[in-house]
C-alpha cells in the first residue's frame, strides 16, 4: 500500500437496509484493503452481511462478527469498536509474492470494469458509514506476473448440525468435481466444534482437536477466537507448497473437510480462497 483513497459516500445508510459503495473509482489500481468506520448506534454486529462485487459476481462476502473474528485470529486488526478491516493480502506472508497474493488487480487487464460494496445493516439507530482504501499503483512487474490475477475470493455457507457426532462439512468450492478452489484457511463458526480432519484422495492430512489445533496456532503468532476454529494450512505465513488445492487440474479427485461437534447447532463456514476471476 501505497496510496490511502477516500471512499466514495455510501448510499442508503439506514437503520436497517443495504448500504452501497460504489468503487469504481479505484480502477486502475491494485486494491489491497478497505477500512471501513461506524458511526452512531451502529455495531459489527449490526452488520449481518458484506458483499464485494466484480462485474456484478459476488467475489468477497461475510459479516461484520465473523470478519472482525477472522482478522482478529490473524492478528491483523487493532481493538477499536468503530473500526472493521477487509484485508485482501496476507500482511504477515514470508515473501512479496505470498504477501502480495489475493490484492485485487483493478488494472485495464484484469477485466474487471465494475466494482461495487455493498454492506446490509440490521438494527442500527442513525448509522454513518464511511470508509478508506489502501490501493497501489497497478504496475507490470516481471516478479508479480504469476500472481496478479489471483483473487482473495471469501464465500459463505450455513449447515445445520443436528446432534452431537462428526459430520462432513459443506464447505463452499471443496469439490473437485465442481472445479475445486485453492484454500489459504477455511473459517468454522461454531460453539460446539471440538475437532476436525481434513482429507484429499482418502489420505488424512490434518487431523486434531480444537485444543490441539489453537495451541500449535498460537505457537505460529496466531490469536484464536471463541467460537472460531480455524483450518489454516499456510500457518508459517508461506503459500509455495502450503494451500490446500482441491482443483482436478492439480491431480485431486476427492477433498472433505469433516468436524466433530459435542452439541447440535447451525454453524457458518467461510473461505480464503487464491483463484482467477474466471474461475467464478
Known amino acids: 500500500m501505497n496510496q490511502l483513497r477516500t471512499l466514495n459516500p455510501f448510499n442508503n445508510v439506514v437503520n436497517t ?17 478497505i477500512n471501513l468506520s461506524l458511526g ?17 459476481k459476488v467475489i468477497f462476502e461475510t459479516t ?12 491483523y486488526a487493532a481493538a ?24 485485487i488487480d483493478l488494472s485495464p487487464g484484469s477485466g474487471i470494469t465494475n466494482l461495487r460494496l455493498e454492506v446490509t445493516i440490521t438494527g442500527a439507530t442513525s448509522p454513518t458509514l ?24 471469501r464465500h459463505r455457507n450455513s449447515q445445520t448440525i443436528g446432534a452431537a457426532g462428526t459430520f462432513s462439512l459443506q464447505v463452499p468450492h471443496i469439490d473437485p468435481s ?23 484422495e482418502g489420505i488424512t492430512e490434518f487431523e486434531v482437536t480444537k485444543a490441539e489445533n489453537e495451541w500449535i496456532q498460537k505457537r505460529a ?26 482443483r482436478p487440474a492439480s491431480g485431486v479427485r476427492s477433498a472433505q473437510l469433516y468436524g466433530t461437534f459435542s452439541a447440535g447447532e447451525t454453524i457458518a463456514i467461510e473461505t480464503e480462497e487464491l483463484i482467477p476471476l474466471s474461475m467464478y
Open 80 to 103: 477499536d469498536a468503530t473500526k472493521l478491516t477487509i484485508d485482501f493480502m496476507d500482511r504477515k506472508a514470508r515473501t512479496v509474492n505470498a504477501f502480495q497474493a489475493g490484492a
Open 178 to 200: 465442481g472445479g475445486g478452489s485453492v484454500f489459504k484457511r477455511i473459517m468454522v463458526y461454531s460453539a460446539n466444534c471440538t475437532a476436525f480432519k481434513a482429507m484429499r
Open 17 to 33: 437496509g443495504i448500504a452501497n459503495c460504489d468503487l469504481n473509482p479505484l480502477l486502475g489500481t491494485t486494491l489491497e484493503g
Open 130 to 153: 464511511s470508509g478508506i482504501a489502501e490501493v497501489s499503483p497497478a504496475i507490470a512487474i516481471p516478479s508479480e506476473e504469476a500472481i496478479r490475477w489471483l483473487i482473495h475470493r
Open 64 to 75: 461484520g462478527t465473523n470478519l472482525d473474528l477472522s482478522e482478529n485470529f490473524k492478528n
Open 221 to 246: 503468532g496466531r490469536s484464536p477466537q471463541t467460537n472460531l476454529v480455524v483450518f489454516d494450512p499456510v500457518l508459517d505465513n508461506v503459500m509455495a507448497g502450503r494451500v490446500w488445492d482441491t
Open 40 to 56: 452512531g448506534t451502529f455495531t459489527k454486529a449490526m452488520i449481518t452481511l458484506i458483499q464485494l462485487k466484480a462485474n456484478g
